[in-house]
């Protein structure tokens, strides 16, 4: 049984925190792909920063071409919008009998997972990684933790985010260091986020 991570998100454009993370989370567990799985739209998110599907689908699939264990999915472009979670592995299992996958999400996700469609059915039958991560609010120990499907990795945290680049960009500041050089290439030039 082939084990795949996966890492959903809009990717909004994808950074190099993400890379660190997923590389991480490769290189420390059994995982033997991570698949990042390019969300049309998370049903808790505002649409109108979010730039076209296969423009973040192109930016992660360029981002990774020197990570042969990471690949971009676009699974979620065809199923029904929202995107949950959910019907994506359902999906997922379907279509891949022969692979076992892992849910990939940050700390601050843990807390809202009961808002999430099958929730319990989900954390039943699915292995989930939680990677830290600072957060507003007290972290207090999550229930979640204890369950034996969910563990946490001591992956480090990347003080990144995706909307602070989005508003520098806006902004006219730098923002190569911050992104792989393919993505900052993909963007320079471009009127994307401005």
Same mark, same amino acid.
């Given at each position: 049984?082939?084990? &795949?991570?996966?890492?959903?998100?809009?990717?909004?454009?994808?950074?190099i925190g993400h890379l660190i993370l997923a590389n991480y989370i490769l290189e420390n567990s059994d995982m033997e792909e991570l698949w990042f799985v390019v969300s049309p739209?998370?049903?808790?998110?505002?649409?109108?920063?979010?730039?076209?599907?296969? $423009?973040?689908l192109d930016m992660v699939q360029v981002s990774l071409k020197n990570y042969p264990k990471m690949r971009a999915s676009n699974?979620?472009?065809?199923?029904?919008?929202?995107?949950?979670? &959910?019907?994506?592995?359902?999906?997922?299992?379907e279509k891949h009998p022969d692979y076992s996958f892992a849910l990939i999400?940050?700390?601050?996700?843990?807390g809202g997972l009961s808002k999430w469609k099958n929730s319990e059915t989900l954390i039943k039958n699915q292995q989930i990684i939680v990677y830290?991560?600072?957060?507003?609010?007290?972290?207090?120990?999550?229930?979640?933790l204890q369950h034996e499907? &969910?563990?946490?990795?001591?992956?480090?945290?990347?003080? &990144?985010?995706?909307?602070?680049?989005?508003?520098?960009?806006?902004?006219?500041? $730098?923002?190569?260091?911050m992104l792989p050089p393919e993505v900052f290439e993909y963007l320079d030039?471009?009127?994307?986020?401005?």
């Open positions: 049984m082939k084990k &795949i991570g996966l890492f959903f998100g809009s990717f909004n454009p994808i950074h739209q998370n049903p808790f998110k505002d649409k109108k920063s979010l730039l076209k599907d296969h $423009n973040r699974v979620e472009f065809s199923l029904p919008k929202p995107s949950y979670t &959910i019907d994506t592995l359902t999906y997922l299992h999400m940050g700390e601050d996700n843990l830290p991560r600072t957060f507003e609010g007290e972290k207090k120990d999550n229930e979640y499907n &969910i563990s946490l990795i001591n992956a480090p945290v990347v003080e &990144i985010s995706a909307t602070e680049i989005r508003k520098m960009i806006k902004d006219g500041k $730098n923002v190569r260091p030039g471009s009127s994307f986020y401005k």
